[in-house]
């Protein structure tokens, strides 16, 4: 079935550093991809999503990136700020009439002041 | 904020009961789509509402239904309560259209004992 899987499952940087998290997805037909960031006792907060038209995507300090042909997609924050810390889920849309998303497992950013 | 809030924030209920879960969707969203977290994990897709039908499911039993009202917004209920089902629920209304960015609620923490 249609599978996300998401690497690293922890990260600790210092301040000012960039963060790398990587997404791969199963279904090659999906055709949206969203960033959410949770904190502790929230709901997942959109802060940035891509289209499988476009292979890169920026916002102030957060970028994504989209490889088709390997199925990858990647999240990159640079001049990482300690309220950076959360946990940052990727997902996909696969190809049907709901807005299903299907989710990676998550990744634990800590930044380090 | 997203606009779309959730009731109640937490509640304990006893393994066999029935519980109910609310959402109002952010103005002008008619798609609103339920999500089980569990702890640790990312989100998984429950099923989704749109004009007061159930338009799509995830690998969820029966014991979960929902409703879906004509202000968009919406109910989860789950029967015969199981120790599993303890998670975070939450709620994420859409504008329209698959594919479209989902915007989540703060969500709803059940225990069951």
């Known amino acids: 079935g249609e599978n996300v899987e998401q690497h690293p499952s922890t990260l600790s940087v210092q301040e000012g550093d960039s963060a790398v998290i990587k997404c791969t997805y199963s279904?090659?037909?999906?055709?949206?991809f969203p960033w959410y960031k949770q904190e502790l006792g929230k709901g997942p907060q959109l802060i940035i999503d891509?289209?499988?038209?476009?292979g890169e995507k920026k916002d102030q300090r957060i970028a994504v990136t989209l490889n088709k042909t390997a199925k990858h997609f990647s999240l990159h924050i640079t001049e990482t700020q300690p309220e950076d810390s959360a946990v940052y889920f990727c997902a996909s849309h696969p190809p049907g009439a709901t807005n299903k998303l299907i989710f990676g497992t998550g990744t634990l950013l800590a930044v380090q002041p | 904020e997203t606009g779309v809030t959730q009731s109640p924030t937490h509640l304990i209920k006893t393994r066999g009961q029935q519980v109910t879960l609310r959402c109002s969707s952010q103005?002008?969203?008619?798609?609103v789509s339920w999500y089980q977290q569990a702890l640790g994990q990312g989100p998984q897709f429950i099923f989704q509402?749109?004009?007061?039908?159930?338009?799509g499911r995830g690998n969820f039993p029966p014991r979960f239904s929902g409703l879906q009202f004509p202000n968009y917004s919406s109910e989860l209920n789950v029967n015969a309560l199981e120790l599993d089902d303890s998670a975070l629920y939450l709620c994420?209304?859409?504008?329209?259209?698959?594919?479209?960015?989902?915007?989540f609620g703060p969500g709803t923490r059940l225990t069951v004992t």
């Open positions: 891509i289209r499988s038209n476009v």
């Open positions: 994420a209304s859409t504008p329209g259209g698959h594919g479209s960015e989902q915007y």
């Open positions: 103005s002008g969203h008619n798609t």
């Open positions: 279904d090659s037909a999906s055709n949206y």
């Open positions: 509402y749109y004009r007061e039908e159930e338009n």
